[in-house]
Each structure stands twice: as C-alpha cells, then as structure tokens.
C-alpha cells in the first residue's frame, strides 16, 4: 500500500470515528445531566451535613461548557468500540498473526480494566472530597466553581483507570519479547513504590485509606501480569528448546547422511 492509500485510508478510520463520537454525543447530552447530579453528590453531601459547600459558576457560559464537556467525556466512552476499531482496522494489515492476538488481547483486557479503575476511582471521590474540605473550619463556605471541580473529577478518574492499564502494557511488553517476566519480578520494589506513589499524587496524602484502596489493585495485578509474563516465557523457552532439539537431530541426520555416502564413493575411486 502506497503512501497516498495509506493517507486516505487514515482519513477514512478518521472520519468514521468522528462520526461515531458526534451521534454518542446525541446520548452524553442527555447523559450529561444525571452524571453531573453523580458527580457532584459528595458536595452535595458535605452541605447535608451542615457545611456551606456550593458549586459555583464563574460566568454566565460556565453552566453550558459544564454540560458540553460532560457529554463529550461520555461519548467517547460509548463510541470507544467503534474508534478502537477503527484504531485496529488501521494497524491490522501490518501486524503479523502474533501481533494481531496479542492485540486483540491487550485491547480486550485493557478496556474492563480501566473501567473498573474508573469505577474504583469514582468510589474514592467522596473520601477525597470530605478530607479536603476537613482542612477548612466549618464555619467557613466551601466554593467551587463547576469548571476546576469536574476537571478535577475526571483527571481522577483517568489517571486511576490508566493506572489499572498500566499491568496489561507489562504483559504486552512480554509477549511481543520485549520484556522478560523474571524482570518484572525483580522489580517488585522498586514497582510497589512508584504504585505507591502514583496512589499518593492521585488521592491526598492524609487520606491513606484512599491511597490504599487505590494501590492494592494495582499491586495485585502488577503480580499477576508478572506471573502471566512467567508463564509465557516458560512456554516459549520449552518450545525453543523443542525446536533446537529438533534442529540438531536434523543437522546430526544430514551429516551421518553425508558420511555414509562418501565411504562407497571412494572405495569405488
């Protein structure tokens, strides 16, 4: 395929996945409004309790970007198996037959993973909320504007369902023999601490029941993509081994071939 055919190949993946997130945007509209009401429940929430807790728009527009950004965040997540497609039916025909498996396994594990980070995220939300406002006196009002408090809400929630990804790269990594799973296993420590520490930037640093609902699953499945990782690696090195074998029995039959015959050849010189 030539470069102009890739090009308008691209442009097509392209135009099909714009289409997609326009119709989904159709639903996230009307979406927008009950997702908002969920978003904003732990604000909600600390003024049940008494505290002076209002969200707050800066301008006149705010209200109507609030809305849009709303629903351009869930129709990307509704058109997400449309433009993966399309992100796959564009790289497929350069792939391998490995590539391709290894692929579409990668795609159909990273997808629920980082929905459930996004779940578990959305869990710690109101912890992160109540801690946050507990460093202000009560007496005091407790403003946000519609703008920061959504940016912050779904920073949150994508960072922690790409950090549920995150151990599906590392067996990606392996499979395609880039990564050894005995590596991955040696780096336990030094794994734990950036988890650690990424759990830590994503929640406050006095909420450590936040950071720890946080790291344990991503501890838990940074374990288990390194024991997924050793036991493909134990398949391929048997097979190789497989292989060799078979190798030096067809090289040791070639060359008793080849000595059998020349014995004759000389007798008969």
Request: charged fraction near 20%; charge should be neutral; avoid cysteine.
């Amino acid at each position: 395929m030539s470069l102009g055919e890739h090009l308008v190949e691209f442009r097509k993946r392209l135009l099909i996945s714009a289409a997609a997130i326009v119709v989904a945007l159709v639903a996230g509209w009307f979406l927008s409004t009950w997702v908002w009401e969920m978003l904003r429940k732990p604000i909600n929430d600390l003024e049940m309790q008494g505290r002076d807790a209002i969200i707050s728009y800066g301008d006149i527009s705010s209200g109507f970007d609030t809305k849009v950004q709303i629903a351009l965040f869930i129709a990307v997540l509704i058109a997400s198996p449309v433009w993966l497609y399309q992100v796959w039916a564009f790289l497929a025909p350069g792939l391998t037959r490995r590539e391709k498996l290894t692929g579409i396994g990668f795609i159909g594990a990273a997808v629920p993973l980082f929905l459930g980070g996004a779940y578990a995220g959305w869990l710690v939300l109101p912890n992160i909320v109540r801690l946050m406002a507990s460093f202000q006196p009560e007496e005091d009002a407790f403003y946000l504007t519609a703008r920061n408090y959504l940016d912050f809400a779904i920073k949150l929630l994508l960072a922690v369902g790409v950090g549920f990804v995150l151990p599906v790269l590392l067996v990606m990594l392996n499979f395609i023999g880039v990564l050894r799973g005995a590596s991955i296993i040696r780096s336990w420590r030094v794994a734990i601490l950036v988890i650690v520490l990424f759990a830590a930037i994503a929640t406050p640093a006095a909420d450590l029941m936040s950071m720890f609902l946080l790291a344990a699953p991503i501890i838990v499945l940074y374990f288990a993509a390194a024991g997924v990782a050793i036991l493909h690696d134990r398949r391929v090195d048997k097979r190789r081994a497989t292989e060799l074998a078979e190798y030096d029995l067809d090289e040791t039959a070639d060359h008793e071939a080849g000595t059998g015959d020349s014995g004759p050849a000389r007798g008969r010189r």
